[in-house]
Nanobody, 120 residues
Framework: QVQLVESGGGLVQDGGSLRLSCAAS????????MGWYRQAPGKQRELVAG???????NYADSVKGRFTISRDNAKNTVYLQMNSLKPDDTAVYFC??????????????WGQGTQVTVSS
């Protein structure tokens, strides 16, 4: 079983910055892809940014140029640097990881979510 633990959410003013972290632990053979999703009240969960082994990161149009996803493979950790935050970025942010566990079974794990609130 692969567990994800997120941190770094909080309250920030319009135009501010936050950095989210997500660490994976457990029986991990590999992590093929990691990503950040968000869900605002009354809306569907949406992909914010993703990073897949061997590929360039991808971003939602609404965050391009403001958010940066990065990954530390040695620490099984993914980060989301969020700059120029807007009130529309307010949501619960979830980390996702997919790959093979120690028994070479595929997994698709989610973190518990971290609240990001941007005040105007």
């Amino acid at each position: 079983q692969v567990q994800l633990v997120e941190s770094g959410g909080g309250l920030v003013q319009d135009g501010g910055s936050l950095r989210l972290s997500c660490a994976a632990s457990g029986s991990i053979f590999n992590i093929n892809a990691m990503g950040w999703y968000r869900q605002a009240p009354g809306k569907q969960r949406e992909l914010v940014a993703g990073i897949t082994s061997g590929r360039s990161p991808n971003y939602a149009d609404s965050v391009k140029g403001r958010f940066t996803i990065s990954r530390d493979n040695a620490k099984n950790t993914v980060y989301l640097q969020m700059n120029s935050l807007k009130p529309d970025d307010t949501a619960v942010y979830f980390c996702n990881a997919r790959g093979l566990d120690g028994r070479l079974r595929s997994y698709d794990s989610w973190g518990q979510g971290t609240q990001v609130t941007v005040s105007s």
